[in-house]
């Protein structure tokens, strides 16, 4: 066997569990949600951004903010300028948002009008079961999550009406994505109606939404020996998974500094908003951390805390894709299976640095897991994460890591099982310190 690899009956729980929150959490307000309720159970409260705080040690406690969540744990004894040690993923992932204006028809079919969220890969949502999901704004103000069952489907074209298909698909992004949800001559609810029941409110309160499609298919443990692991959303809630967990199983005795996890929403399309990691969530948090440990603080000791906190940013990457071997460095070749990603970029796509990178490095030796790097084929510039962000917002060092995928941005993503359970043990590891 190798040593290198969890044992078959934790990898199994620990995809298990992953399965769960990603099934309970079908848009980025259900992820907060179901992080919450694993925070309630572990003993963590929540506070309440419109009131004063007072905070006590050895406690553990968390904020929402739409569909962002910050959590942290206070250590036992707190000293001037507290080393914060933040653990950061995302909660969003690319989908097809509900447009206003309702329903229509077309060739006897009933139809949503839905706009791109994010980068999806598009064709990998042609010919799946949907549903949809998010939350409702009603005429009183309140806010409720919905979520219907397998309403919806984009069905491909034909093979018969499009015999160039195999050689390229194009699809028009708005002429080509509209879901069926039903026949025109058999309706009885529109799509406001249907997420109004999921949320058992009443469909004439509703006011606004922010609803997204989901695929339907629950995920799943395959492979020749179960090694890998298949689910919608792995980007980026695999982290946020990793995140919840380890702040959940820390020793509240042992703590070096603050271990503070946030998850932001909104990250798939540029993190520019109050819940993004551009905004000031993170910021707002934890200078009043700061000030409510340390009554007598002044800003001066707050910038000092956030010049020695540090940051890893988890968020997905890829692995050297065996039929496309041309896409990825000739050189650095990180493959499923062989531990988390350190990932850089000398544009600062990526925020890591030599510093990052000996703080990921103790926490991968600590955890007794192994990491590899991961950096783009020069002609094909990457993505970015929170990392460069938090960094930029806070001026605390910063490194950006997490799981390797093949599909990245597909309707079902993939991952080894191996790394899911390496990188929830370098996440614990990290906020533990000591």
């Given at each position: 066997?190798?040593?290198?690899?969890?044992?078959?009956?934790?990898?199994?729980?620990?995809?298990?569990?992953?399965?769960?929150?990603?099934?309970?959490?079908?848009?980025?307000?259900h992820?907060?949600?179901?992080?919450?309720?694993?925070?309630?159970?572990?003993?963590?409260?929540?506070?309440?951004?419109?009131?004063?705080?007072?905070?006590?040690?050895?406690?553990?406690?968390?904020?929402?903010?739409?569909?962002?969540?910050?959590?942290?744990?206070?250590?036992?004894?707190?000293?001037?300028?507290?080393?914060?040690?933040?653990?950061?993923?995302?909660?969003?992932?690319?989908?097809?948002?509900?447009?206003?204006?309702?329903?229509?028809?077309?060739?006897?079919a009933?139809?949503?009008?839905?706009?791109?969220?994010?980068g999806?890969?598009?064709?990998?949502?042609?010919?799946?079961?949907?549903?949809?999901?998010?939350?409702?704004?009603?005429?009183?103000?309140?806010?409720?999550?919905?979520?219907?069952?397998?309403?919806?489907?984009?069905?491909?074209?034909?093979?018969?009406?499009?015999?160039?298909?195999?050689?390229?698909?194009?699809?028009?992004?708005?002429?080509?994505?509209?879901?069926?949800?039903?026949?025109?001559?058999?309706?009885?609810?529109?799509?406001?109606?249907?997420?109004?029941?999921?949320?058992?409110v009443?469909a004439?309160?509703?006011?606004?939404?922010?609803?997204?499609t989901i695929?339907?298919?629950?995920?799943?443990?395959?492979?020749a020996?179960?090694?890998?692991?298949?689910?919608?959303?792995?980007?980026?809630?695999?982290?946020?998974?990793?995140?919840?967990?380890?702040l959940?199983?820390?020793?509240?005795?042992?703590?070096?500094?603050?271990?503070?996890?946030?998850?932001?929403?909104?990250?798939?399309?540029?993190?520019?908003?109050?819940?993004?990691?551009?905004?000031?969530?993170?910021?707002?948090?934890?200078?009043?951390?700061?000030?409510?440990?340390?009554?007598?603080?002044?800003?001066?000791?707050?910038?000092?805390?956030?010049?020695?906190?540090?940051?890893?940013?988890?968020?997905?990457?890829?692995?050297a894709?065996?039929?496309?071997?041309?896409?990825?460095?000739?050189?650095?070749?990180?493959?499923?299976?062989?531990?988390?990603?350190?990932?850089?970029?000398?544009?600062?796509?990526?925020?890591?640095?030599?510093?990052?990178?000996?703080?990921?490095?103790?926490?991968?030796?600590?955890?007794?897991?192994?990491y590899?790097?991961?950096?783009?084929?020069?002609?094909?510039?990457?993505?970015s994460?929170?990392?460069?962000?938090?960094?930029?917002?806070?001026?605390?060092?910063?490194?950006?890591?997490?799981?390797?995928?093949?599909?990245?941005?597909?309707?079902?993503?993939?991952?080894?099982?191996?790394?899911?359970?390496?990188?929830?043990?370098?996440?614990?590891?990290?906020?533990?310190?000591?």
């Amino acid at each position: 066997m190798n040593e290198s690899l969890p044992r078959p009956d934790v990898a199994a729980t620990t995809a298990a569990d992953l399965g769960d929150f990603v099934s309970a959490s079908p848009s980025s307000y259900h992820a907060v949600d179901t992080a919450a309720k694993r925070l309630e159970e572990a003993g963590f409260s929540r506070l309440d951004e419109s009131v004063p705080w007072a905070l006590t040690p050895g406690t553990g406690h968390y904020v929402i903010r739409d569909g962002a969540l910050i959590a942290w744990m206070n250590p036992t004894v707190t000293e001037a300028a507290p080393r914060f040690r933040v653990f950061g993923s995302h909660t969003d992932s690319p989908a097809f948002k509900l447009k206003p204006g309702g329903e229509f028809t077309a060739e006897g079919a009933r139809q949503v009008g839905v706009e791109i969220y994010g980068g999806p890969l598009l064709n990998s949502w042609l010919d799946r079961e949907l549903a949809f999901a998010g939350r409702l704004g009603l005429a009183d103000g309140s806010i409720v999550l919905a979520r219907t069952g397998p309403i919806a489907r984009i069905p491909q074209l034909a093979i018969h009406l499009d015999r160039q298909v195999n050689e390229g698909l194009t699809l028009d992004k708005q002429r080509h994505t509209a879901p069926v949800i039903g026949l025109a001559d058999l309706a009885e609810a529109d799509i406001i109606e249907l997420l109004a029941a999921s949320a058992g409110v009443d469909a004439e309160s509703v006011v606004g939404h922010d609803v997204y499609t989901i695929p339907v298919q629950e995920p799943a443990l395959f492979g020749a020996a179960e090694e890998f692991f298949a689910s919608p959303r792995l980007d980026n809630l695999l982290s946020v998974h990793a995140g919840v967990t380890a702040l959940t199983q820390l020793d509240a005795d042992g703590l070096d500094g603050i271990p503070l996890f946030a998850a932001f929403d909104h990250e798939e399309i540029g993190s520019n908003s109050r819940s993004g990691a551009c905004g000031p969530f993170l910021a707002d948090v934890t200078e009043r951390i700061v000030a409510s440990l340390l009554p007598q603080s002044t800003r001066s000791d707050y910038l000092a805390s956030m010049s020695t906190s540090v940051c890893v940013s988890s968020d997905a990457g890829h692995a050297a894709h065996p039929n496309y071997p041309e896409r990825h460095d000739p050189h650095v070749r990180p493959r499923l299976g062989g531990g988390p990603l350190l990932k850089l970029n000398a544009q600062q796509r990526y925020a890591t640095d030599a510093v990052g990178t000996a703080v990921w490095s103790q926490a991968c030796a600590a955890a007794g897991v192994e990491y590899q790097d991961f950096v783009s084929n020069n002609a094909m510039p990457c993505g970015s994460t929170i990392g460069p962000l938090t960094a930029t917002r806070l001026g605390m060092t910063t490194v950006d890591v997490g799981p390797a995928l093949y599909s990245m941005h597909s309707a079902r993503e993939m991952v080894a099982v191996s790394d899911v359970v390496a990188l929830g043990a370098a996440a614990k590891a990290f906020l533990q310190g000591g």
